[in-house]
Structure formats: structure tokens, C-alpha cells
């Protein structure tokens, strides 16, 4: 599960969250194009990976048949995201985020 917050660089420790009126904030701090340079999504990883997949649908298969192997497949899983974000200022924050939060962020800043 992310931990939406910043990780490493400027405001480390600090919480990211969905602000009210749509967009991200690091803090109090609105993620937008008036103070967003630019950012990077650095790494992705999931917490589903193919390997528990299969064997979700190896068991779900012995125990209900081919309407576990689809249940078993069809398992939706939740990201976490590290991305880089820099400022106009020159500061520069690493954050780690869910989907939720990755998809906003992008939206906002497009």
C-alpha cells in the first residue's frame, strides 16, 4: 500500500493528499501549474504481481472450478507510484502514491 508522502528531497515526511477542489497537495501546498515545473514517475510497482495471480487461480480453480480460475485472474490490485516532482522554485520533491492520487496528479498537471 502507498504511503502518500514524500519520501526524499524538500518537505520529506510531508503527507500527500487529494485537495478539495480537485489537484494534489504536498501539505498545504497545491500541486499545479503555477507552482509545477515538471515531474517524473520514477518507478512503478504493483502489488499484484503475475505470480500471484496464477497461483490465485490455481486455488481458485481447484476449489470453484473455471469460475475460480476467471475470479482468480480477474483480481484487481492497487499501485504505488514513486514520483519526482520540481518546482519552479528549484525545490524538488521524491513521493510515493496510490492510483488515486498518481491519476489526479497527472490530470492537474497536463
Do not use: C
Not at 32 to 49: A, H, Q, W
Amino acid at each position: 500500500m502507498a504511503k502518500n508522502l514524500v519520501i526524499s528531497g524538500d518537505y520529506k515526511g510531508a503527507s500527500v493528499s487529494l485537495a478539495w477542489f480537485g489537484g494534489v497537495k504536498i501539505g498545504g501546498i497545491k500541486l499545479d501549474k503555477l507552482n509545477v515545473d515538471n515531474y517524473e514517475i520514477i518507478d512503478e510497482k504493483s502489488r499484484k504481481s503475475a505470480t500471484s495471480a496464477v497461483g490465485r487461480a490455481a486455488v481458485g480453480s481447484f476449489l470453484l472450478g473455471p469460475v475460480g480460475l476467471l475470479a482468480g485472474l480477474s483480481a484487481k490490485s492497487k499501485g504505488t507510484h514513486i514520483i519526482a516532482i520540481y518546482f519552479k522554485n528549484g525545490m524538488k520533491s521524491l513521493i510515493e502514491v496510490d492510483d488515486d492520487i498518481k491519476k489526479q496528479l497527472v490530470t492537474s498537471l497536463f
